[in-house]
């Protein structure tokens, strides 16, 4: 084959992928799943720890039973542990209209209990919709997240540039090798110290994980604190989507930034949304204080299909008799690692 006819081809196969690829749809469309997310409006809300946090990802020990909200929507990540802080407060300033009650999130000791690492670890909270409502979500059904993220002012930042929180999905994709693997696409917030020699100010920046390549992509740059609205979703054709805004107003297609078939793979399911709280474990210094507040899951039910074929029966009790965050080795390694 001559170069000219292979160009020719290569540019008929692009062409071919741009036309097959399904469009970007704005997360919070559809219908809301109501088994799964939280808007902690419920003044008896609460966490148990249940022990010492989980290190499986350095030590292979998970520390069972592992911490569960109350009301069974949020578990502790089995690989790594939950915050050291977990707690419902008042909602802070500019938050959504009405709403009394967000998720406070902060931690100190994130790695191994007992030990200090001494560089950036992280912990993890997973806002459970596998488990809610009994399976796997298939990227058919175009499922969809939604949070709303609380900035606070910079001069309450761990004084550190680096990872300071993620917003992620916990999800199963086709690997460059034709496997299925789980995988963990999202948003990271980064944050620039003004005492950081690079940096002349303080501020925030937005990164994406991952673009199809493996690596993280910047993404825009946060000079002013307060609320933000985040979003992911996922179309049948495996590609994610990244969309958020200032503010706590509903996304909209103006909110789009990418979209990506993260680390080259095709997503397959959708498993859950988790949060990550990093920081640099030395024993004093904590992580930024992060509050979240209305987490939601969506789904766009396929033709001729409605929610009840999706959720199985009794699945919120099968949850709750069993622990969320388990499931023998193979739900261990289902749940949130960084790459």
């Known amino acids: 084959m001559s170069r000219f006819s292979l160009a020719i081809l290569v540019l008929f196969c692009l062409s071919q992928l741009a036309w097959s690829a399904d469009a970007p749809f704005v997360p919070g469309t559809g219908v809301k799943v109501s088994q799964s997310g939280d ?39 089995a690989m790594r542990g939950q915050p050291d802080l977990v707690k419902r407060v008042a909602t802070p300033p500019g938050g959504i209209e009405g709403s009394a009650g967000a998720l406070l999130l902060r931690t100190r000791l994130s790695g191994i209990p007992g030990e200090l690492a001494g560089k950036q670890m992280q ?8 488990s809610r409502i009994g399976r796997p979500v298939p990227v058919g059904w175009s499922p969809s ?8 002012p910079f001069e309450k930042w761990e004084d550190r540039t680096g990872a300071s929180f993620g917003i992620r999905g916990d999800c199963q994709g086709l690997n460059t090798a034709g496997e299925m693997e789980a995988y963990w696409p999202g948003f990271f917030i980064l944050f620039r110290s003004e005492t950081d020699k690079d940096f002349e100010e303080d501020f925030a920046q ?21 609320w933000w609205t985040f979003g992911m979703s996922y179309t049948p054709d495996g590609r994610i989507h990244y969309y958020a805004s200032e503010g706590t107003d509903d996304l909209t297609e103006e909110d789009h930034l990418f979209s990506s078939f993260a680390y080259g793979w095709e997503c397959k399911y959708f498993d859950n949304m988790f949060v990550n709280v ?11 204080p992060w509050v979240i507040d209305e987490a939601e899951f969506f789904v766009i039910p396929p033709a001729g299909q409605t929610l009840a074929n999706l959720v199985k029966r009794n699945s919120r009790s099968s949850s709750m008799a069993s622990r969320g965050n388990s499931g023998g080795l193979k739900g261990i390694l289902n749940r949130a690692v960084t790459r």
């Open 39 to 77: 808007d902690f409006e419920d003044p008896s809300w609460g966490y148990a720890m249940n022990g010492a946090k989980a290190s499986y990802e350095q030590d292979e020990n998970q520390r069972p039973p592992g911490g569960r909200s109350r009301n069974g929507r949020w578990y502790e990540s």
């Open 123 to 130: 912990d993890d909270l997973l806002m459970g919709v596998k």
């Open 145 to 152: 997240f939604t949070v709303r993220v609380y900035l606070p």
């Open 206 to 226: 937005i990164a994406f994980r991952a673009q199809q390549t493996g690596k993280d992509l910047p993404g825009p740059m946060i000079r002013e604190h307060g």
């Open 278 to 288: 990093c920081n640099f474990e030395n024993g004093k210094s904590w992580s930024t």
